[in-house]
């Protein structure tokens, strides 16, 4: 199939309205159809034939079932197609790799002749296997039969295949920074002609320690590159390496930092840690649990909740970082596949795993970090459906959960009997007066003798 240009989108195009981008908030209640924001200088679309993007993209988005940008892809794409570098705060489940994915393949299809041996045209970077094995599955869905290659560059996957692979030259890299630094190390990979560069769950890589072989992988990319970053949330380390990274970037936001969406069912259940097993196996029994992940705190544990389930006739697949790459996705392709109705995970799927119709997420322990809740229940209600979020527990787990009430913003159980607080800070006020204390009389000084 030739490849295919598309042109830019234009004020004059059916579909688009305007929209303007700075650092201010648009105006609440301008919301109107047809009225942009306090923002201008790109468009907000309604369909994708608006964007300008290649015929083959756009056949490829409705044979995927794609009928409308959601908002983090209406307000990023255009400005990515303009050339202009984007910095995306977005919770999962928001279309994040659509918004990035299409500017990119849309520059990709329009480039003449192949990668050069040992380079790629575009890289994404991301911190976990299982997201960048999604990337790359939506880039070869999105570039739909299209004359282009992509490459996974992973660990748990053959290091010898990947150097054969960019030998020849790749449009497309998705890996994660481990495996990347190394084959840099051995020169099986050159980064000074990549154009376009993601990194996408910036504030994950922080969290696993990614921080500095991405800055490794930065200082050798091509100067003059376009770049992305999207992250869901932008703690001070994460918006220090986006101003080192991007250059003069639309910020694009669609949901505040750290709230959960509104269409899960969230409950608490207040549950003695002995009685957790034999709870979780009545849930998963229930009609309504038709596909559940359940999350554990640490591997060892995983891997117990899962023997369990099985032990009582429940089947479950588990997944974990101890896992090897084939194994972690073979569990994965039976649960998205409904052969297998519960997965037991860690926090390593607790992002950008896109599964369809996980009805339930169940978290038998609470996580370390409170900001984790928010990411694994995101796991439910995806692409406009309902979901149920459930956690178990411990008296124990008490003050985890007040954690994960307090960056959630909510409030998930009511004050348990016997359990202390942190009080209310004070708020500022005159301070109270207090008795007035003799001075003491300081010495005179005498003065010397001339």
Known sequence: ?????????????????????????????????????????????????????????????????????????????????????????????????????????????????????????????????????????????????????????????????????????????????????????????????TRFVVLDEADRMLDMGFIQPVRRI????????????????????????????LRDPVRVAVAPQSTTIERIEQRVELIPAADKRARLAALMRAPEAQRSIVFARTKRGADRVAENLVKDGIAAEVIHGNKAQNARQRALNLFRAGQVRVLVATDIVARGIDVPGVTHVINYDLPDEPESYVHRIGRTARNGADGVAVTLCAPDEIKKLRAVEKAARLTLLPPVAGETRAPAPAKAGPRPAQAARPRARRPRRTQRAA
């Open 218 to 245: 930065v200082a050798k990319l091509h100067p003059r590159r376009q770049s992305a970053l999207f992250s869901a949330t932008m703690p001070p380390e994460v918006a220090g390496l986006a101003e080192s990274f």
């Open 1 to 193: 199939m030739s490849r295919a240009s598309g042109g830019a989108t234009r004020p004059d195009v059916p579909g688009t309205v305007p929209f303007r981008f700075s650092s201010h908030a648009p105006d609440e209640g301008d919301n109107r159809k047809g009225h942009g924001s306090a923002r201008e200088g790109y468009l907000v679309t309604t369909t994708f034939a608006s964007f300008g993007l290649a015929p083959t993209l756009l056949a490829a988005l409705e044979r995927a079932g794609f009928d409308a940008p959601t908002p983090i892809q209406a307000q990023a794409i255009a400005p990515q197609m303009a050339g202009r570098d984007i910095l995306g705060v977005a919770q999962t489940g928001t279309g994040k790799t659509a918004a990035f994915g299409l500017p990119i393949l849309q520059a990709i299809l329009a480039l003449p002749g192949r990668p050069a041996p040992r380079t790629c045209r575009a890289l994404i970077l991301a911190p976990t296997r299982e997201l960048a094995v999604q990337i790359e599955t939506s880039f070869r869905a999105f570039a739909g039969g299209a004359r282009l290659t992509t490459l996974l560059i992973l660990g748990g996957l053959s290091r010898s295949g990947q150097v054969r692979a960019m030998a020849k030259g790749v449009d497309v890299v998705v890996a994660t920074p481990g495996r990347l630094t190394d084959l840099m190390d051995e020169g099986a990979i050159r980064l000074d002609e």
